[in-house]
C-alpha cells in the first residue's frame, strides 16, 4: 500500500463534551476526560496533547488498564486503514447509546451509536475524528521552498540601495488529487454511490478534509501532518506542525479544484507555512 499523509487538527473539549461510558462486569461508569484542545494520535509531542492518553487516563479511573493501536475500521474496511483498536485488561463495553457519552469523544474514537460487545480486544468500526487520512486510491504531490523577509530602503547616496534580509520561513504546496466526495464535504457519505466510492462505510463521516480546514487551518491552529503514513499508524511519526498560508485560511473552497462538472472528485490542493517538526523533505 502506497504512504498516505495524516492530518491532524485540534479537538476541543469542555465541560460539555467530555464524557465517556463502559459497562465493566455489569456496572457503568461515567468517566470525564480534562477539558482543553487535544490532537488524535498516540504518543507525546509538546504541546500538543494526544486525546487518546487521556481517554486511557478516563478508562484507568474504571480499572481498566488500555493500550490502543492503528488499525483498518471493520465497517470502513476498504478505507484500509485510519481506525483504532484497544485492548482492555478486562472485558468491558463502551456504552454510546448512553446520553452522557461525549459525540465528540465517540466519534473520535471510531464509534458507532451501538453499543459495542463486552471484550478485551475492540476492533472499532469507524475512522477516527480529529485526523484526516490521505485517500488510498490518490496521487499525491508535495514541494518545499524558503523565503526571508526583506526591506529595501535608500542608501548612503543617490545611487545605492539599502537591502536588508532577515529570518527564513518555510512552506509546503500539498497536493492530493482525486478525493471523492466522502472524505472532503458533510455529507458526503451518506448516498450509497458516494460511500462506495469513498471505500467508507454509510455514516462513517469522520474522515473529513472539511474538518482539517473548519476546525483547524480556518481558525489560526496549528495542524501536524505524518507524513507518508502507512494508513494505520497512529503513533509519532515523521511530522511538520503546519498553518494554512493567505487566503487558504479565509476560504474552503480555495483549498479545492473539482476535477470535472458533477463528478464529486476533488484535487485538494493549498500552500502552508512550517512551524515546526522534525520532517526535512523538501
Not at 465528540?104 to 485526523?131: K, Q
Amino acid at each position: 500500500m502506497s504512504a498516505r499523509d495524516r492530518w491532524l487538527y485540534p479537538i476541543v473539549l469542555d465541560d460539555t463534551n467530555n464524557t465517556i461510558v463502559v459497562k465493566k462486569d455489569a456496572v457503568t461508569t461515567t468517566q470525564a476526560v480534562p477539558p482543553g484542545v487535544y490532537y488524535n494520535y498516540d504518543g507525546s509531542i509538546p504541546g500538543f496533547p494526544s486525546i487518546l492518553t487521556a481517554v486511557k487516563s478516563a478508562l484507568s479511573a474504571s480499572g481498566l488498564t488500555s493500550v490502543f493501536e492503528g488499525s483498518i475500521p471493520f465497517e470502513s474496511y476498504a478505507f484500509g486503514g485510519g481506525g483504532v483498536r484497544f485492548y482492555a485488561t478486562w472485558p468491558f463495553s463502551w456504552v454510546t447509546s448512553n446520553a452522557a457519552f461525549s459525540d465528540t469523544l465517540r466519534r473520535a474514537l471510531g464509534l458507532s451509536e451501538e453499543d459495542s460487545e463486552a471484550m478485551s480486544d475492540h476492533f472499532h468500526p469507524f475512522t477516527t475524528f480529529g485526523a484526516w487520512l490521505e485517500p488510498r486510491d490518490g496521487v499525491s504531490y508535495k514541494q518545499a521552498t524558503y523565503t526571508k523577509t526583506q526591506f529595501r530602503g535608500p542608501g548612503i547616496s543617490e545611487r545605492t540601495r539599502l537591502n536588508q534580509r532577515w529570518g527564513s520561513h518555510k512552506f509546503r504546496r500539498f497536493n492530493y488529487k482525486f478525493a471523492p466526495a466522502g472524505v472532503v464535504y458533510p455529507g458526503g457519505v451518506d448516498h450509497a454511490d458516494y460511500q462506495a466510492v469513498a471505500r467508507l462505510a454509510v455514516g462513517d463521516a469522520n474522515n473529513l478534509w472539511w474538518d482539517v480546514w473548519q476546525a483547524g487551518l480556518s481558525t489560526g491552529a496549528p495542524c501536524l501532518v505524518m507524513h507518508d503514513t502507512d494508513g494505520e499508524d497512529i503513533g509519532v511519526g515523521d511530522y511538520e506542525i503546519v498553518r494554512a498560508a493567505g487566503d487558504y485560511m479565509d476560504e474552503f473552497e480555495r483549498t479545492l479544484t473539482e476535477r470535472a462538472e458533477l463528478s464529486r472528485t476533488y484535487d485538494i490542493d493549498l500552500i502552508c507555512q512550517v512551524i515546526g517538526g522534525p520532517h526535512e523533505s523538501f
